[in-house]
T-cell receptor, first 111, second 116 residues
Framework: KQEVTQIPAALSVPEGENLVLNCSFT??????LQWFRQDPGKGLTSLLL?????REQTSGRLNASLDKSSGRSTLYIAASQPGDSATYLC??????????FGAGTTVTVRA | GAVVSQHPSRVICKSGTSVKIECRSL??????MFWYRQFPKKSLMLMAT?????????EQGVEKDKFLINHASLTLSTLTVTSAHPEDSSFYIC????????????FGDGTRLSIL
């Protein structure tokens, strides 16, 4: 069964600390993997998309890595700020183009 | 580019009412549109996939007579929750893709549905 898991479900860090968010998936045959941000009661903001042929993507303070063989992706957020507080969702597009979301990691950055 | 507009953003209505949610692709033609449902503190679950001009494909466990999906044009899909009940209260998000493969997907801002 194609599943996406995100652990931990919640994370609280002091401002300035680096964030490490984990995503694991059960099938290495993926098309791409995407990280989203979701603020409470809001829609999805796309952060980074990694194609299956890529190992990482970077945008500003964000860096996402992809290891298909181990079925893992990690989202790093450097020097966290209170404005980074949100839920971060990992989404995998499988080789059949179906998309599965993880349950998300809710991040709180304390000022 | 690739903007998807979802309307309304919030609906509060009485039990038994039918509610229609619209999903529009503003600057591209959406060959494929998707509807997702999100329960509190849970992930988004795919409800159905629709291709323009054809019947929607529903995921297992989703009642097609309860959740009517129409994809009548390349820029508009609608989800109608028929005879809504409190258990239908949820956050509904649509996405649209310019390709038949369904990738990439561009997401709307979601609709918060509350049934009293």
């Amino acid at each position: 069964k194609q599943e996406v898991t995100q652990i931990p479900a919640a994370l609280s860090v002091p401002e300035g600390e680096n964030l490490v968010l984990n995503c694991s998936f059960t099938d290495s045959a993926i098309y791409n993997l995407q990280w989203f941000r979701q603020d409470p009661g809001k829609g999805l903001t796309s952060l980074l998309l990694i194609q299956s042929s890529q190992r990482e993507q970077t945008s500003g303070r964000l860096n996402a890595s992809l290891d298909k063989s181990s079925g893992r992706s990690t989202l790093y957020i450097a020097a966290s700020q209170p404005g980074d507080s949100a839920t971060y969702l990992c989404a995998v597009v499988w080789s059949d183009y179906k998309l599965s979301f993880g349950a998300g990691t809710t991040v709180t950055v304390r000022a | 580019g690739a903007v998807v507009s979802q309307h309304p953003s919030r609906v509060i209505c009485k039990s038994g009412t039918s509610v229609k949610i619209e999903c529009r692709s503003l600057d591209f033609q959406a060959t494929t549109m998707f509807w997702y449902r999100q329960f509190p503190k849970k992930s988004l679950m795919l409800m159905a996939t629709s291709n323009e001009g054809s019947k929607a494909t529903y995921e297992q466990g989703v009642e097609k007579d309860k959740f009517l999906i129409n994809h009548a044009s390349l820029t508009l899909s609608t989800l109608t929750v028929t005879s809504a009940h409190p258990e239908d209260s949820s956050f509904y998000i649509c996405s649209a893709s310019p390709t038949g493969m369904g990738q990439p997907q561009h997401f709307g801002d979601g609709t918060r549905l509350s049934i009293l």
